[in-house]
């Protein structure tokens, strides 16, 4: 089997769990060293009065990752457990929805999730969703895709809760270079991560990277972002998760032989 080094872009506690991943994960054809640059990461920001009223409100409440579950104020939450729905985006938002709820009220049995089966995607969650005459609040970041609110607003009324964003932790921090002119896989799972990828490294880095390195999506919207990016080398995971990643990162290596 063949090492070859791994850099990992997302935050350090998602880091924390992607070794174990790595770890557990039954190789076949290759031996990988996994080299952390976080290039992204959540941080909570105030709501302001009019978005919290809205939320208080609701009566159909849409979380559009993790990290807006964690960062949703929990007044809101037990206030819209009393009469709302809810809908997730992947099934890691999903579990830690369940978690915050029935933290909060002891109990979830009777909470209704619609959440996506398969691709983790708002795309996924909009063939899911059949409502109308809603009043509806996505719970999300400052700066995210608007395709829930443009589908959404057209038979519902519609409004965005940002109760966090997303930052660049490589920002003004100084890079060691050294280390990244071997890396062979690069792992990507948002276009910010992209974007913030561009902008922490040297422009002859970059250029080195997009000829040699093989950039591994988490969905195939990203993947086309990156070849819009003039990278060489894209693959896009079978489903937004990790594990699908690993998956087709061993089986790419597969194909290339000894």
């Not at 994960?25 to 302001?48: A, V």
Request: glycine share 2%; net charge positive; proline share 3%.
């Amino acid at each position: 089997m063949r090492k070859i080094k791994i850099l990992y872009t997302r935050n350090n506690q998602a880091f924390d769990k992607f070794q174990g991943l790595v770890k557990d994960y039954l190789w076949q054809n290759i031996l990988p060293e996994i080299i952390h640059l976080p290039l992204i990461d959540s941080r909570k920001i105030s709501i302001n009065s009019r978005e919290f009223d809205y939320a208080k409100e609701a009566d159909f409440i849409i979380f559009t990752s993790q990290s807006s579950v964690i960062f949703y104020p929990e007044e809101l939450m037990k206030n819209n457990t009393n009469s709302g729905e809810f809908a997730a985006i992947g099934k890691i938002t999903e579990q830690a929805l369940r978690a915050k709820i029935k933290a909060l009220i002891q109990a979830d049995d009777n909470v209704k999730i619609i959440s996506p089966k398969d691709n983790f995607t708002s795309e996924e969650l909009l063939k899911e969703l059949k409502i109308n005459n809603k009043r509806v609040a996505i719970i999300a970041a400052k700066g995210g895709r608007n395709l829930l609110y443009s589908e959404l607003a057209k038979n519902n009324q519609c409004e965005f809760i940002f109760c966090y964003e997303r930052f660049n932790p490589q920002k003004n921090q100084p890079i060691n270079t050294e280390k990244l002119q071997d890396i062979a896989v690069i792992l990507i799972s948002s276009n910010s991560a992209l974007e913030n990828l561009h902008r922490s490294l040297p422009e002859n880095l970059t250029q080195l990277l997009k000829s040699q390195a093989l950039l591994v999506a988490f969905s195939e919207r990203i993947a086309d972002k990156a070849r819009q990016n003039n990278w060489q080398k894209v693959l896009a995971a079978s489903q937004t998760s990790e594990l699908a990643q690993l998956q087709i990162l061993d089986s790419y290596f597969f194909s290339l032989g000894d």
